[in-house]
């Protein structure tokens, strides 16, 4: 069962077109939005990258609208060189994800930082702190962690 994002307080979203690199990615993974790639869209498409310290993060939000009524948004994941929307993070905003997108456990009250070279968050203990846990919990039967970004 794949990942599922829940966006639950991000009242001004800052929502960009990027296409994915080479891994395979689920919804609510942790990205760098890279340069502009040209792609067959005609306009700004951001490049996926692994996080690094310093970037400029995001997080993929798809639509994930399957055709096949077989299954749900609990299938869809990103393919290799596919086209997505990614949310920036900003100050304030909530969202719920699940718990493989953070590395290690956290408690509700932690904060986090970005995990270089992966698309995932980790506790906070020498890097910039970029989210705050407030909760834990079992989201849609999915194990999950509601954040805010700081």
């Known amino acids: 069962m794949k990942a599922i994002i829940n966006l639950d307080k991000v009242k001004y979203p800052d929502v960009v077109t990027a296409k994915n690199g080479a891994d395979v990615l689920e919804n609510g993974a942790f990205v760098a939005l890279g340069g502009l790639v040209a792609d067959r869209l005609g306009m700004?498409?951001?490049?996926?990258?692994?996080?690094?310290?310093?970037c400029e993060l995001g997080f993929v939000a798809d639509v994930a609208l399957m055709?096949?009524?077989?299954?749900?948004?609990?299938?869809?994941?990103?393919?290799?060189?596919a086209i997505t929307r990614v949310y920036r993070a900003k100050k304030g905003q909530g969202?719920?994800?699940?718990?493989?997108?953070?590395?290690?456990?956290?408690?509700?009250?932690?904060?986090?930082?970005?995990?270089?070279?992966?698309?995932?968050?980790?506790?906070?203990?020498?890097?910039?702190?970029?989210?705050?846990?407030?909760?834990?919990?079992?989201?849609?039967?999915?194990?999950?962690?509601?954040?805010?970004?700081?």
């Open 44 to 54: 700004d498409c951001y490049k996926i990258e692994k996080l690094a310290e310093g």
């Open 67 to 81: 055709y096949d009524e077989t299954k749900d948004e609990r299938d869809f994941e990103l393919a290799a060189n």
């Open 95 to 150: 969202i719920t994800i699940a718990k493989k997108h953070v590395s290690g456990t956290v408690v509700a009250g932690d904060k986090l930082e970005i995990k270089a070279t992966s698309y995932q968050l980790q506790k906070h203990s020498s890097g910039a702190a970029v989210a705050r846990v407030l909760e834990v919990y079992n989201w849609e039967g999915q194990d999950s962690y509601y954040i805010e970004f700081i």
